[in-house]
T-cell receptor, first 112, second 115 residues
Framework: DQQVKQNSPSLSVQEGRISILNCDYT??????FLWYKKYPAEGPTFLIS?????DKNEDGRFTVFLNKSAKHLSLHIVPSQPGDSAVYFC???????????FGQGTRLTINP | EAGVVQSPRYKIIEKKQPVAFWCNPI?????LYWYRQNLGQGPELLIR????????DSQLPKDRFSAERLKGVDSTLKIQPAELGDSAVYLC?????????????FGSGTRLTVV
């Protein structure tokens, strides 16, 4: 049961443009979501989070949008920079339950 | 502050041999996780510890995998005997009891290759 899905295995964006990474979920019990960024040969690192009571959270160049009715969230990166090239994972969680579910990841490549 | 430390970084073994991975979590983090990540996939939970107690090991293949977290700090994950399908990156992570809003802190992982 894949509760969190990232349907795009890869995405290529030109430097300076907007990158949009998508994530769908099926478990309506999730009440928060996190995005992680992973470089090769490193573990994932936390990037940004959003509570289900919000529809938007912004941190610098990164903005996460949540559409609960569609069970969909997206991560926007603007402007995209070469250092943003990495694999991005979304994760859904339930308050009080320590087990969070990861999506499969999307590999983002920023082209100069 | 030191992050989550894992060793070794890489390991190549022949099938049927044993292998062990070690993890030192962030000081003060009660919860420790072992994940396995196959190529092109997201991390999958193997086991979760609250202090020294394994509270979720439902995805751990117990016929060949074992784990321990003595004194609620360091942890070791063992595979005996290893199979070809065990080739993956094994990630350790830790978190405070309240995961929201900062999620987990991961180590760099151990890349296991079984030949």
């Amino acid at each position: 049961d894949q509760q969190v899905k990232q349907n795009s295995p890869s995405l290529s964006v030109q430097e300076g443009r907007i990158s949009i990474l998508n994530c769908d979920y099926t478990n309506s019990m999730f009440d928060y979501f996190l995005w992680y960024k992973k470089y090769p040969a490193e573990g994932p690192t936390f990037l940004i989070s959003i509570s289900s009571i919000k529809d938007k959270n912004e941190d610098g160049r990164f903005t996460v949008f949540l559409n609960k009715s569609a069970k969909h969230l997206s991560l926007h990166i603007v402007p995209s920079q070469p250092g943003d090239s990495a694999v991005y994972f979304c994760q859904g969680g339930i308050q009080g339950a320590q087990k969070l579910v990861f999506g499969q990841g999307t590999r983002l490549t920023i082209n100069p | 502050e030191a992050g989550v430390v894992q060793s070794p970084r890489y390991k190549i073994i022949e099938k049927k041999q044993p292998v062990a991975f070690w993890c030192n979590p962030i000081s003060g983090h009660n919860t420790l996780y072992w994940y396995r990540q196959n190529l092109g996939q997201g991390p999958e939970l193997l086991i979760r510890y609250e202090n020294e107690e394994a509270v979720d090991d439902s995805q751990l293949p117990k016929d060949r995998f074992s784990a321990e977290r003595l004194k609620g700090v360091d942890s070791t994950l063992k595979i005996q005997p290893a199979e070809l399908g065990d080739s993956a990156v094994y990630l350790c992570a830790s978190s405070p009891r309240q995961v929201w809003p900062y999620g987990y802190t991961f180590g760099s992982g151990t890349r296991l290759t079984v030949v």
